[in-house]
Structures are given as C-alpha cells and as structure tokens.
C-alpha cells in the first residue's frame, strides 16, 4: 500500500530552526508537496520537489531525496505565527496526491 | 481568502436531517474535489470533478451525495449521517486534475452529527 510518515507533533522555540521529515512509500512519484494548515483554516501550498535537492524561499525550505523516498521542511528564524500543522503529500504514478497525517508544530516563546 | 469558498462554516446535524456543503469557485481552474479531514488522519480524497463529470469516487457511502452544476460550484449533499461522519471536509480545486502544483482548498466546514 501508499504510506506518507511523518512525526505527530513537534516543539520549537521563537528564533530556533525546526525540521519537519516525512518518508514516503508510493506507487510511482511525480512531486513531493507541503501545505501549511493553521487551525480552522484552508491548508495552503507552500513547496513542491520534484528533484532531488533543497528549495528555499524565504524562511522556508524544503528538501527532497527520490532514492531515500524522504523529505525534509526546515523552518528558520521561528515565528509565533508559525504554529500551525505541516501537511506532506506525494503524487504517485496515477497523479493522485497521497497525504500524511500532519505534524502539528508548537512554538513556544 | 483562499478563492475557494464554502459555506456554511459550521454545521451540527442530527442523523435523520438533509443538509447541504456549498463550495464556490472563481480562480477558472477545471477539477474541484471534496476531502474528509479527521484528527490525526490523512485527509481522505471523496469525491472528484473534472470539467463538471465525476472522474473518481472513493468507495464513499451513498449518504454523501456530489453534485457539479458547473465548473464554479461544487455541492455535497448530506442524509443520514452517522456520528462517526463528523469531521471538517475540506473543498479543493486545481488547474485540472493532476495538475503538478498542487490545490487550492477552502477554509472547510466543521461538520458535527448528533
């Protein structure tokens, strides 16, 4: 079967860098996604991987190995605001996105 | 604001009403989705809609009605419910399906049966 593994919750502090891994086991893969969901609200896209390697935007990068089927999110320079729970999702063969189930990141000041 | 709008918000229901999920569109993207999200679950794919024909259902039970009048608005019609049904269902749309940069979700409906 498809398996997305990712921790079920994580505790940073304000300022610090966090990394969020999630492991993958589909059938066929066409790109690596992470959402962000902030309670009671819409999740929202914040990078795709289709490549091996790392890419940043911002405060935020994310990470992608195919021969590890692994994935990392890394967080910086930590804000409050990014309390939230990080979704990791793959696109297998069938262009079907297989979800984990959420790290929820706490920020503590 | 996403793009992706649905209404209502929140909604209790007993098991014996009808209800109905609303989610409306404007971003001229072509595949709209419904999704069932439980805590400490992977959201669930439902439902999918390509260019207003289903293209996919997920052995959802048939209390859980789709329906696509258009290309913009996305409906999930409800009957009686059980409480293990309570969850947030979350509408979603992309480019078309498949398409490599992800969906674009709606802020979902909480959705409590008693």
């Known amino acids: 079967g498809q398996n997305i593994d990712q921790p079920t919750e994580m505790t940073a502090t304000e300022g610090a860098i966090v990394q969020i891994n999630c492991t993958y086991q589909t059938s066929g893969f066409n790109g690596l996604f992470w959402y962000q969901q902030h309670a009671g609200e819409a999740p929202t896209f914040l990078s795709y991987?289709?490549l091996d390697g790392l890419e940043e935007k911002g405060r935020f990068s994310s990470f992608l190995s195919r021969s590890k089927g692994y994935s990392y999110l890394l967080l910086k320079e930590l804000q409050m605001k990014d309390s939230a729970s990080y979704l990791c999702?793959?696109?297998?063969?069938?262009?079907?996105?297989?979800w984990g189930a959420g790290t929820k990141l706490i920020i503590k000041p | 604001e996403t793009g992706v709008t649905q209404t209502p918000r929140h909604l209790v229901m007993g098991m014996t009403n009808k209800k109905s999920l609303k989610c409306e569109q404007h971003l001229g993207h072509n595949a709209m989705y419904w999704y069932k999200q439980s805590a400490k679950k992977p959201l669930e794919l439902m439902f999918v809609y390509s260019l207003e024909e289903r293209v996919e259902n997920n052995s959802v039970p048939s209390r859980f009605s789709p329906e696509c009048p258009n290309s913009s608005h996305l409906f999930l019609h409800l009957h009686t419910l059980q409480p293990e049904d309570s969850a947030l269902y979350l509408c979603?749309?992309?480019?078309?399906?498949?398409?490599?940069?992800?969906?674009?979700f709606g802020s979902g409906t909480r959705l409590t049966v008693v």
């Open positions: 999702a793959v696109m297998d063969s069938n262009y079907q996105l297989i």
């Open positions: 991987n289709v």
């Open positions: 979603a749309s992309s480019q078309e399906t498949g398409a490599p940069r992800g969906y674009t």
